[in-house]
């Protein structure tokens, strides 16, 4: 098989930015718009930034840690790079769909792969009222906030606000409250991977709230739309000895 022409991206870091004159010097390096893969160099957050980058392409994306996490990331090594690439295993991600709505009346739209996230923006709980497919499920949350979170996502801020580690072919996201004061015992749902979550803002010019899909932050939300985008697929290469899908099992049985 003819070796995959590779572009490599790096973090700004001195190590990734080392890490990526050491891989090009051996294995050479082409632009992004002529790669069949893209190897980048860096931690979870270049990670997700690469993908938002080159989301709408046909691409496969390979990571090596050069940051802290590393939960999306392989382990770096120079050594036989076009065999791991060749039989890497392939995990299959769909991002959400937000779709919001802020008090002055303008509507945005964006794609996040971790999870959609609403915040209070004051010293004030939020107060949102929670609909799933056009149904009131709790009519008044008052909390810090609230997320919904895809498989990918649910071992990174869901798990740090107590949500569930969730199998990446579940089919299934998490929804889960942030500090919630009021109902004090909820502790979140399950939802199935076609629901479709509409978050509405209760006296949101007293209680502001902003919503986060990954990368961008809309201020001032009166209503927040989430949806899995299964139009979407982005492809994630892995070590067959530690793809995603084990490091998501692996997760649960850490203490």
């Not at 004159?21 to 390096?29: A, I, N, S």
């Not at 691409?59 to 060749?86: Q, T």
């Not at 949806?227 to 850490?254: G, K, T, W």
Request: hydrophobic letters at 45%; glycine letters at 6%.
């Amino acid at each position: 098989m003819a070796p995959k022409k590779i572009a490599f991206l790096a973090d700004h870091n001195d190590a990734a930015e080392a890490a990526l004159r050491e891989l090009t010097r051996r294995y050479g390096q082409v632009a992004p718009e002529a790669a069949e893969v893209i190897v980048a160099l860096g931690g979870d957050g270049f990670m997700l930034r690469t993908l938002h980058q080159h989301m709408h392409r046909d691409l496969s994306i390979f990571g090596m840690n050069h940051g802290s996490v590393g939960f999306l990331m392989n382990a770096y090594k120079i050594a036989d790079l076009p065999h791991r690439l060749e039989v890497a295993e392939t995990a299959i991600l769909h991002p959400l769909r937000m779709i919001a709505r802020d008090a002055a009346g303008h509507r945005q739209e964006a794609l996040a792969i971790n999870e959609v996230s609403l915040l209070r923006e004051t010293r004030q709980a939020a107060k949102i009222r929670i609909s799933i497919d056009g149904r009131v499920r709790l009519d008044e949350l008052a909390c810090d906030g609230v997320m919904v979170a895809t498989p990918a996502g649910s071992t990174a801020y869901n798990l740090s606000a107590h949500g569930p580690i969730i199998p990446l072919n579940a089919g299934i996201l998490a929804l889960t409250p942030i500090s919630p004061f009021r109902p004090r015992r909820w502790r979140g749902a399950l939802l199935p991977r076609r629901a479709k979550v509409r978050f509405e803002i209760l006296e949101h010019e007293k209680r502001p709230v902003s919503a986060v899909a990954d990368l961008t932050e809309v201020r001032d939300v009166v209503a927040v739309e989430i949806e899995e985008a299964p139009e979407v697929s982005l492809r994630l290469l892995f070590d067959p000895e530690h793809n995603l899908e084990e490091r998501i099992l692996d997760e649960q049985f850490i203490f």
